[in-house]
Every structure is written in structure tokens, then in C-alpha cells.
């Protein structure tokens, strides 16, 4: 079984930069779609981006384009979200998921393999 472990969060100044990083064991890593969620306090969890399992497509959701890149490493079992441009409402706890299907989705129900979260904090 896959586990992941994000790293990378922390706080930042609006307008400032962070790269977080989901660390994969196992040897199956690149037969998962990954991807990035976050939740913000009081809030449902959100999809961020995704990335297939080759790394080449990625789709994000409409409020991070331009600002957010996710790339993946199969050779390290590594994943990341670069974050550029950052600002207050960017403030959420972070995820790393990881789904088997074959059928690319942003709705968090598709995604079984997650981690812990990494806090974000975007002050203005």
C-alpha cells in the first residue's frame, strides 16, 4: 500500500512563494493519479490540480491557473505543488491524494490514497 506525506507548508507573505512536497512509498507510484486539494477552515475540501501518471497532463481549477504548477519525480516517488503569487485566500490545509482510476476527476470521492495535510498560511 502507497502511503504519502506532504511537506513544505508554512507561512508566507502575500505575493510570496512556497513548494510543498508528498513524499510515496511503495513501488507503485506511478500507477497513481496525483493530486492536490485543500481545505480552508469551515470549508469542503477543494481540488487544486492534477497530475497523470506520466506527468503529461495536468489540469487545474480555475483560481490557481497561472499561479500553480504540480510536477511529479517516479523515480523518487515524489510529487509537488510550486505556489506562486499567494495570497490570503490561499490559506488552507493542503493535500496530497493518489487515485488508481482510469478516469481523470477533480472530486476528492475518486482519490484513495491521501496524506496527512500540510498548513498553508497566506498573510496580507
Known amino acids: 500500500q502507497v502511503q504519502l506525506v506532504e511537506s513544505g507548508g508554512g507561512l508566507v507573505q502575500a505575493g510570496g512563494s512556497l513548494r510543498l512536497s508528498c513524499a510515496a512509498s511503495g513501488r507503485t507510484f506511478s500507477s497513481f493519479r496525483m493530486a492536490w486539494f485543500r481545505q480552508a477552515p469551515g470549508k469542503e475540501r477543494e481540488f487544486v490540480a492534477y497530475i497523470t501518471r506520466n506527468g503529461g497532463l495536468t489540469y487545474y481549477t480555475d483560481s490557481v491557473k497561472g499561479r500553480f504548477t504540480i510536477s511529479r519525480d517516479n523515480g523518487k516517488n515524489m510529487a509537488y505543488l510550486q505556489m506562486n503569487s499567494l495570497g490570503p485566500e490561499d490559506t488552507a490545509v493542503y493535500y496530497c491524494?493518489?487515485?488508481?482510476?482510469?478516469?481523470?476527476?477533480?472530486?476528492?470521492?475518486?482519490?484513495?490514497?491521501w496524506g496527512q495535510g500540510t498548513q498553508v498560511t497566506v498573510s496580507s
Open positions: 491524494a493518489g487515485s488508481s482510476t482510469y478516469v481523470s476527476g477533480t472530486s476528492r470521492h475518486m482519490y484513495e490514497l
